[in-house]
């Protein structure tokens, strides 16, 4: 029971909601000499995600200078400084192990294109009075416009009877 509270004190909460084939961008805390602190990031696409609660890994592969590397991080570690989805990715395997030997355009994985569209609120009494604005403003405008066309018909009537003249 100690060690279940003690799993759930140490795991984090603010992880993104990511599957495998997404792209990632982990910053992962790197301790130099004279006790210095940096951030290192490494971007690449997921590749596997195992284990569960506080012993989580994912591994992620990526092509740098014509040579695949891979690296395997623990979620909840406190070496993690910060997980972000880079893009979302579209596959149908838990595990892209296949990626290992690849190289150029054949690792890549296809792009899944996700709707951060929000619904539409209810139209409110707000909502109704900028329309009824907008439309007032249209029928202004379109006015306006009413004398301007007709100065140049005549405009161009004149001309026309100076042409032939």
């Known amino acids: 029971m100690q060690i279940q509270q003690l799993d759930k004190k140490q795991m984090k909460t603010?992880?993104?909601e990511f599957n495998?084939?997404?792209?990632?961008c982990v910053?992962?805390?790197?301790i130099e000499e004279g006790g210095k602190e940096r951030l290192q990031q490494f971007t690449g696409t997921c590749i596997a995600r195992t284990g569960s609660g506080l012993s989580e890994t994912v591994s992620l592969h990526r092509v740098a200078y014509g040579e695949g590397m891979e690296r395997v991080f623990y979620l909840h570690s406190p070496l993690i400084a910060d997980i972000t989805v880079m893009r979302k990715g579209k596959v149908r395997r838990s595990k892209l192990y296949y990626l290992r030997g690849t190289t150029g355009k054949a690792a890549k994985v296809k792009g899944r294109y996700v709707s951060t569209k929000k619904a539409k609120p209810s139209p409110d009494q707000s909502t109704q009075d900028k329309m009824s604005q907008d439309k007032a403003l249209q029928d202004k405008a379109s006015q306006d416009q009413a004398p301007k066309v007709e100065a140049t018909q005549e405009?161009?009537?004149a001309a026309s009877q100076d042409a032939t003249a």
Not at 27 to 30: E, L
């Open 14 to 16: 603010d992880l993104p």
């Open 20 to 24: 495998v084939g997404d792209t990632l």
């Open 27 to 30: 910053r992962v805390r790197i």
């Open 155 to 157: 405009v161009l009537h």
